[in-house]
């Protein structure tokens, strides 16, 4: 048990769609990031949210945005679904570099 | 920018073996050095980390040591076991400057498969 809750865990949408994924974690933190894995890769930084304003962002086009809730949970949004972006989409929270990050099992999003 | 190199699998090994995952990482600042291990259809687990050059990170038997001066942050373990086997990724975390965020920068996986 990570602490770290995500939702769904699979999903397929049709290309051109939009997809809305979720994360939740029952601990305080004040940093949620998202990442993006691809099949046999390492994961890649989407962006990272502190105190719910976005402050740092990966080499990811606008139509990936984001949003964090004072309630701790989180949000991915990815406009125009386009067939690369099927990936592992994995939440990660931290209260800090120093203490590292904790992630969630991921969402499986099949794009087709 | 960052970056994080670490050897290509799969290694397979034998049960008690000792084993090395290399690990080696470039970035601007002073980064915090981790080590997440990934158990087929899961997230990443954190496994070990190390904040500051010299300090040793370690956990379930498994060690790795922040090494400034050759930028490094090899993953060692004595003796492996079969429930060992998964995938390792080496990442590191730095701030940029302004306080701003990069997140964690990942190495490409290596994928470890021990044998009984």
């Known amino acids: 048990e990570t602490g770290v809750t995500q939702s769904p865990t699979h999903l397929i949408k049709t290309r051109g769609q939009q997809v809305t994924l979720r994360c939740s974690s029952q601990?305080?933190?004040?940093?949620v990031s998202w990442y993006q894995q691809a099949l046999g890769q390492g994961p890649q930084f989407i962006f990272q949210?502190?105190?719910?304003?976005?402050?740092g962002r990966g080499n990811f086009p606008p139509r990936f945005s984001g949003l964090q809730f004072p309630n701790y949970s989180s949000e991915l949004n990815v406009n125009a679904l386009e067939l690369d972006d099927s990936a592992l989409y994995l939440c990660?929270?931290?209260?800090?570099?120093?203490?590292?990050?904790?992630f969630g099992s991921g969402t499986r999003l099949t794009v087709v | 920018g960052n970056s994080v190199t670490q050897m290509e699998g799969p290694v397979t090994l034998s049960e008690e073996a000792f084993l090395t995952i290399n690990c080696t990482y470039t970035?601007?600042?002073?980064?915090?050095l981790f080590w997440y291990v990934q158990y087929p259809g899961e997230g990443l687990q954190l496994l070990l980390k190390?904040?500051?050059?010299?300090d040793k990170g370690s956990n379930k038997g498994f060690e790795a040591t922040y090494r400034k001066e050759t930028t490094s942050f090899h993953l060692e373990k004595g003796s492996v076991q079969v429930s060992d086997s998964a995938v390792y990724f080496c990442?590191?975390?730095?701030?940029?400057?302004?306080?701003?965020?990069?997140?964690?920068?990942f190495g490409k996986g290596t994928h470890l498969i021990i044998q009984p």
């Open positions: 990660a929270i931290s209260q800090g570099i120093e203490h590292g990050y904790t």
């Open positions: 601990s305080g933190h004040n940093t």
């Open positions: 949210y502190y105190r719910e304003e976005e402050n």
């Open positions: 970035a601007t600042g002073y980064p915090s």
């Open positions: 190390a904040t500051k050059a010299d």
């Open positions: 990442a590191l975390s730095d701030l940029v400057s302004g306080g701003g965020a990069d997140g964690l920068t």
